[in-house]
């Protein structure tokens, strides 16, 4: 089993920084890519930012120059810093890691969520 830990969503001002972090622990082999979605009412899931364990990134266009994903391989955490926030980035983010299991079987697994909402 595999369990995703997030952290650091809350309230902010429009123009203010938050730090999401998504720990992952379990019986896990290796892990190939962590990132970040997010939910937004009345929405569809959307796609915010990926890291591979080999570091490379991939952030959708509404973010860029904003949101920065790294990651930790050491302990499997993701982490997305995001600056210059604004209403539109309200939403619940949802942490997503691709991983093989202890089994070598690839599996998906989805954290509950955290809620970021931007307001004055």
């Known amino acids: 089993q595999v369990q995703l830990v997030e952290s650091g969503g809350g309230l902010v001002l429009p123009g203010g920084s938050l730090r999401l972090s998504c720990a992952a622990s379990g019986r896990i082999s290796s892990i190939n890519v962590m990132g970040w979605y997010r939910q937004a009412p009345g929405k569809q899931r959307e796609l915010v930012a990926t890291?591979?364990?080999?570091?490379?990134?991939n952030c959708a266009d509404s973010v860029k120059g904003r949101f920065t994903i790294s990651g930790d391989n050491a302990k499997n955490t993701v982490y997305l810093q995001m600056n210059s926030l604004k209403p539109e980035d309200t939403a619940v983010y949802y942490c997503?890691?691709?991983?093989?299991?202890?089994?070598?079987?690839?599996?998906?697994?989805w954290g509950k969520g955290t809620l970021v909402t931007v307001s004055s």
């Open positions: 997503n890691v691709q991983i093989i299991t202890a089994d070598y079987v690839n599996m998906i697994y």
């Open positions: 890291i591979t364990s080999g570091g490379s990134t």
